[in-house]
């Protein structure tokens, strides 16, 4: 039954919420290594007591309501910043990362980023090496390097400059040298490489067909999904010792296998759950036993993180709706064993209920290590 539905999708949205629901229970039918005792996982009423980290947001506003929200619900945010031109300038999003840590020096951490401006100039590394030694003066808890890098950013011959490239080496360098995290998002999710119809979740579909710029299916003249997972564990091979947090899942968001074998290749790294989450439901359905087991073997690899992006002008009470909707949807999906429905996944999906000792790493202290927060 699960080799049908991973065959054919259409079979899958035929099948009806009742057949559905069965094809979880049946996905389950194993022996999980770990019991799935209640009193083993954490429940709804659980949520907010839990001190947590939300290791991957965008805090692009001065606005407090970001803060205020996670306050209550007992989350300390770590804010990306990022060299993306829809948001505010880098140096904006530093200004408003300082504003927030100033008010609360434990709840809001910040990691920096570098901008690929004046690239070709000699004193470029220079001048990065310098602002990520202020941005730790700071406070900054890692530095993000963006997709840009690998699919926008082209040299003077034309050519996209990837994440393996010499220029690079002395800023990975330098942060290895000041045991400061690096922060990869390279590539997209695979889906941006097949045809709608083959995309797994409901988002990348909507965001692709909205988006065809941006959907490599249809621009075979860029790099491949596999040259830019390559060009990134190239750049670990030639930095063993640099602490790395591959975003969304490391890009391999598709498949736990393929996860797992990056997990072994590079024993430092780990990767965060921003805005991959629908992409984890979506193999949880097909067979739940194995994502379970794959967080219970990599409980100490994998950091809760949302992606959730505070931008200047947001409604303040919208925006902590927004907030809590998502932070309460994925402890109902990660810690209870409910059933929960996700706009990015057809049909019902059935929380992992993982055991509150794999909870406690997840949601807080893998960040807390990784980063070196002081946090509570
Ligand atoms: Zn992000």
Not at 311 to 325: C, I, L, M, W, Y
Request: charged residues 25%.
């Amino acid at each position: 039954m699960v080799q049908l539905v991973k065959r054919n999708k259409t079979i899958h949205v035929s099948l009806g919420l009742a057949a559905i629901i069965l094809l979880a229970a049946c996905s389950d039918a194993h022996s999980p290594s770990a019991p799935e005792q209640q009193s083993d996982h954490y429940t709804m009423l659980d949520y907010a007591k839990l001190a947590k980290i939300d290791a991957h947001v965008h805090a692009n506003s001065s606005d407090r309501s970001f803060l205020e929200q996670a306050k209550l619900d007992n989350f300390t945010l770590l804010s990306i910043n990022v060299d993306y031109p829809d948001f505010p300038s880098i140096a904006e999003q530093r200004k408003v990362a300082l504003q927030l840590k100033q008010l609360d020096e434990e709840q809001f951490q910040f990691a920096s980023t570098f901008s690929m401006d004046n690239w070709q100039h000699e004193n470029w590394q220079e001048t990065v090496i310098e602002d990520i030694d202020l941005a730790i003066k700071q406070g900054a808890k890692a530095v993000k390097v963006w997709k840009n890098i690998g699919m926008s950013h082209r040299d003077a011959k034309g050519d996209l400059v990837m994440i393996d490239h010499p220029s690079f080496a002395p800023i990975f360098e330098h942060m290895k040298n000041n045991n400061l995290p690096l922060v990869g998002h390279q590539g997209e999710p695979k889906n941006c490489w097949l045809p709608l119809e083959e995309m797994t979740v409901n988002n990348d579909r909507q965001y692709f067909a909205a988006h065809p710029e941006y959907h490599m299916y249809l621009h075979p003249e860029f790099p491949s999904y596999e040259d830019q997972m390559q060009a990134r564990d190239t750049m670990l091979v030639k930095n063993p010792q640099l602490r790395f947090m591959g975003a969304h899942m490391a890009s391999l968001e598709w498949s736990v296998d393929e996860l797992a074998e990056f997990f072994e290749r590079n024993p430092l790294a780990v990767a965060d759950m921003a805005a991959r989450s629908g992409q984890i439901q979506y193999q949880s359905v097909l067979d739940r036993y194995k994502v379970r087991e794959f967080f219970i073997k990599y409980q100490d690899r994998i950091l809760y993180a949302t992606d959730l992006t505070h931008n200047p002008g947001r409604d303040p009470e919208a925006f902590k709706q927004e907030v809590r909707n998502k932070w309460h949807q994925d402890w109902k999906y990660l810690s209870t064993s409910e059933v929960l429905q996700v706009p990015e996944v057809d049909g019902v999906i059935k929380g992992l209920a993982l055991p509150k000792s794999v909870i406690n790493k997840i949601y807080r202290r893998n960040a807390q290590r990784f980063f070196d927060l002081t946090t509570h």
